[in-house]
């Protein structure tokens, strides 16, 4: 592995501009209160050709043994004809794949994903349908979810990489070709499933199971899968769940489904404000817990259920078995719902005026019923990652984000990745002018430990417009990139993203 990062003084003089290779600042350059809509402006409108750009020079050294395909997803287009969509979780969504050989040879493809939901508004000129958060003049009926699906969240490489899946997290994966990334349509699992809602957030155990689940806002149910390593549903399940009006993530153990519900409310009918979008049918119930439930993976039953002060969550780490207990963390968001009401991308941002998020670890101890809440002193942190040859087992590594107190109070977002191995922690700064976005691991080939190989992801430079791939040691993430890649061009700000060797 190399070990020779490129110096902290070149990543983060004259603004980045100089250690990037961007000798000046586009016309036009975005400001501060501008950075986030910025990195959206060159994807509205019609749809353009995909991004295709081979060849990338590589800054540093790219370590001979990591090959393969980082796949990325996150909204993009939000504005067509005279109608604009204003929240960051709406916009159609877009597929990156950044492949690279081992040999220093780097490429990107970028391509907008043509959903039914797209290809029927580019027909008729102009958005049709509301989104999560955006409401839009003269909308269309909705009939099933499936007419809103834009497939912007994650992805799923599913059948050792074979298949590829957009993911949403309110209607049915969309099968995508792992190459061209063009479209090929709604998956449906099985008959009984079609159109059925398939989680963002899918679990891969280590010998290819896939778990995965579905929710419908005020239903009180919980669709459940497993699908096998060769892509095949072996089980499906609908249960009854309290609480389960927004779960966006979940984990598994050996035994178990591990659900952290939270006292989000979603109001049908006669209930909801006239005219509210999908967010602002959601209310807070305070008096309510956060309500922890594990679900025997043999029969789908019920197995154990905790209750623990109410809080927020989108993301949970790793969980696993360990002394009668199950372990497992989560990124605390003490205040879910006005965080995700602030996520505007039509506004500038007031990043620091929300309460910050926390890691916090549980311990659910299977005898006696009782579950034990520990914070660890890191704050402001989000979209953790794990090795994922561990997924449901004993483990001590993670991956973050974290944001800054330097980061400007106008800009959203996170500027730091930061590794927590054990009580080991440590930190990489991108620097003024930088939105970073999920980072996470790959494992070296063969027989590595735990935390040994690389942490990889992007960020984008607002002053200049750009995105870079940094890629770091993850023995050393704090010494800085030992490896980046400059796009020509600025990436919309995505969500999350999938590796797949090769």
Same mark, same amino acid.
């Given at each position: &592995? ?12 004259? /603004? ?37 750009? !081979? ?21 993009? %287009? ?15 969504? &877009?597929?990156?794949a950044f492949r690279f050989d081992g040999r220093g040879k780097v490429s990107h493809r970028g391509v907008l994903l043509a959903t039914p939901k797209l290809l029927e508004e580019e027909a008729a000129g102009r958005l049709l349908y509301p989104g999560f958060g955006s409401r839009v003049p003269d909308e269309r009926p909705v009939t099933s979810p499936d007419q809103l699906n834009v497939a912007n969240i994650n992805l799923l490489a599913a059948a050792g990489g074979r298949d590829l899946y957009a993911l949403w997290e309110a209607g049915s ?21 079609? /159109? ?42 609908? &249960? +009854? ?32 404000? +006239? ?5 602002? !049918? ?47 963390? =989560? ?54 990652? =794990? ?15 974290? !944001?800054?107190? !330097? ?36 494992? %070296? ?22 995105? +870079? ?10 010494? /800085? ?12 700000? /995505? ?8």
């Amino acid at each position: &592995m190399n070990s020779n990062p490129l110096s902290r003084r070149q990543w983060l003089q004259g /603004g980045l501009a100089a250690g990037l290779g961007l000798a000046g600042l586009p016309a036009g350059a975005a400001t501060a209160e501008h950075a986030w809509r910025s990195s959206y402006a060159p994807h509205d409108g019609p749809r353009k050709p995909p991004l295709d750009t !081979r060849d990338l020079p590589v800054q540093g050294r790219w370590p001979s043994e990591l090959r393969g395909t980082l796949y990325r997803a996150g909204p993009a %287009r939000r504005q067509l004809g005279p109608v604009t969509l204003t929240h960051w979780f709406d916009g159609d969504g &877009m597929v990156q794949a950044f492949r690279f050989d081992g040999r220093g040879k780097v490429s990107h493809r970028g391509v907008l994903l043509a959903t039914p939901k797209l290809l029927e508004e580019e027909a008729a000129g102009r958005l049709l349908y509301p989104g999560f958060g955006s409401r839009v003049p003269d909308e269309r009926p909705v009939t099933s979810p499936d007419q809103l699906n834009v497939a912007n969240i994650n992805l799923l490489a599913a059948a050792g990489g074979r298949d590829l899946y957009a993911l949403w997290e309110a209607g049915s994966a969309l099968s995508i070709d792992p190459q061209t990334l063009d479209a090929k349509g709604f998956k449906a699992w099985s008959p009984d499933t079609r /159109g059925l809602p398939f989680s963002a957030h899918p679990r891969v155990e280590p010998d290819g199971t896939v778990w995965s689940f579905g929710y419908l806002p005020g239903s009180g149910r919980l669709v459940l899968y497993e699908i096998d390593p060769t892509g095949v549903l072996r089980r499906q399940h609908v &249960m +009854a769940a309290p609480q389960a009006d927004m779960v966006h993530d979940f984990a598994t153990t050996e035994r178990y489904l591990v659900f952290l519900l939270m006292p989000l409310r979603f109001q049908r009918g006669a209930d909801a404000p +006239a005219d509210a979008s999908f967010l602002e !049918r959601y209310r807070w119930d305070a008096d309510a817990p956060l309500i922890a439930m594990l679900v025997d993976k043999s029969d789908f039953s019920v197995a154990r259920r905790f209750e623990l002060p109410g809080t927020g969550v989108f993301h949970l780490g790793n969980a696993w078995e360990q002394g009668g207990t199950v372990q497992l963390g =989560f990124a605390e968001q003490p205040a879910i719902l006005p965080l995700m009401r602030s996520l505007r991308v039509d506004a500038a941002g007031a990043a620091d005026a929300l309460p910050p998020t926390s890691w916090v670890t549980l311990r659910l101890d299977l005898a006696s019923g009782r579950a034990v809440r520990e914070a660890h002193g890191l704050a402001d942190v989000e979209f953790p990652r =794990f090795d994922p040859r561990l997924c449901g087992r004993p483990s001590r590594f993670a991956v973050m984000l974290q !944001r800054s107190p !330097r980061m400007h109070a106008a800009v959203p977002g996170m500027d730091t990745v930061l590794t927590l191995h054990g009580e080991r922690v440590q930190r990489f700064g991108y620097g003024d002018g930088w939105i970073a976005e999920e980072h996470l691991f790959v494992a %070296r080939p063969a027989r590595s430990r735990e935390g040994e190989g690389w942490v990889l992801g992007t960020a984008y430079h607002w002053p200049s417009e750009r995105t +870079a791939l940094s890629v770091f040691d993850a023995q050393a993430v704090g010494a /800085g990139p030992v490896a980046r890649v400059r796009l020509p061009y600025g990436l919309p700000l /995505g969500l999350h993203g999938q590796f797949v060797g090769g």
